[in-house]
């Protein structure tokens, strides 16, 4: 039933893989179909960290949220494990959460949804379900604020709800856009308003608009304020519309996928961005100069950019004299846990140097070079020479060039290939032919440019 709704569905309605989705959890013959067009706007192959399930529970009320952290999941297509590590983590980090089992013993609201994923995904995946029994707006908000560090293109979320609930088909078709015009808003504010509107007009039969709104809003206290989210309506039906549905009596599914769309279509960061990273890499270097230790940085108040899994070299120097630079290729971390990382590395462990003393920290400059994300690419042709670096792939082995290096040798395209497959990955001079290729740029900025 799953792949034939996935048959029958179009697939990448956005322009890139969501960073969340918001699909439905009734029966497969009333839901399914538009459930399977959300989650078609997955790209199959996307590896993800984590999948984060959020749903309302339909069965107990309790203050918070409930993290099911003491076993996995098991669906008629196989195990679906959870991440168990990463769910204690959340259960330590707010009051707000509990692992109380019987918020998921009855609960469907979530399971119904691991097919659908074990269908789309051709990697493998690892969730962690959330179930949220408060119906208050602030408590979701604290949820949503522990939960932001976790809100980066390596997870996804997957809020699961219904809209509205048993009104005529007419009733419903029009309570269901207003809900879900106050979602692309994303403004958690107008969430609220619309619903209380739709109460207001007193629409016969209208148990609820939504029946997961706290899971909802606690997506959108996630996105709002995020320059680069955009909300897209992927597909709207209600039971009404299924074979020998009741079209006086319905219940509302829409689809929405959440995208993390750079303005410009490139990564970039903005000088506040900038002069933060600059600080983080400060005040790691002092802190560990001065102290010998590593400070928590408080991600829930920084931008999604900087939430965002990047590369990045710190750079030190003193009286113009290089320093220090220790940097990283790979892409598994926030950007700003990177740079705090690299600037201790590069102050405590490049070999070329004595550590940093606390009588040099005034007369340091740093410096950082953020990689962009990779890119894969389908021909070397869409290499640019001196803007593109170059990351070479092929099973175990794996090489890359700067986007400077081009500049520094005057290579041809050719050349950087050729030296980055053999030198550098192993594999030699061809090797490049069949192995995966990626691009990247350096962004390269110091606190001298920003005094």
Known sequence: MVDEFFRAGREKATA????????????????????????????????????FLLGASHHVAFEGASIYASGDFLTPLGRVPVNQEAARALLRSSPLFSDREDAHREEHSLEVQLPFLQRRLKRPFRIVPIILGTQSPE??????????????????????????????????????????????????????EALASNERRNVP?????????????????????????????????????????????????????????????????????????LAIARRAVEEQTSQGRISNIPSAKLTATLRTPCGAFVTLQKNGDLRGCIGRFDANEPLYSVVQQMAIAAATHDYRFEPVQKSELASLNVEISVLTPLRRISSPDEIEMGRHGIYIRKGNHSGTFLPQVAHETGWSRDEFLGHCARDKAGLGWDGWKDAELYVYEAIVFSEKDNS
């Not at 890139?16 to 029966?27: E, N």
């Not at 980066?152 to 009104?167: A, E, K, M």
């Not at 039906?237 to 006086?248: F, I, L, Q, T, Y």
């Open 16 to 51: 890139s893989s969501p960073v969340a989705l918001i699909v439905p959890h009734a029966g497969y013959v009333y839901s399914g179909s538009v459930a399977a067009a959300g989650f078609l706007q997955i790209d199959p192959r996307h590896e993800f960290d984590n999948i």
């Open 139 to 192: 408590a979701c908000a604290k949820i949503a604020e522990a939960l932001k560090p976790y809100f980066t293109p390596r997870n996804l979320f997957v809020i699961s709800t219904d809209f509205s609930h048993y009104p005529r088909y007419a009733d419903a078709v029009k309570a269901d856009r207003a809900s879900a015009d106050a979602v692309l808003t994303n403004r958690a504010d107008r969430l609220i």
């Open 205 to 277: 039969n209208l148990l609820t608009s939504m029946c997961g709104w706290p899971a909802v809003y606690t997506l959108m206290k996630l996105t709002e304020g995020e320059t680069t989210i955009r909300y897209h309506l992927i597909q709207y039906k209600n039971s009404g519309d299924a074979p020998g549905g009741d079209s006086s009596r319905v219940v509302g599914y829409w689809a929405i996928a959440v995208t993390a769309d750079a303005p410009s279509g490139r990564f970039e960061l903005t000088p506040a961005e900038r002069r933060e990273l």
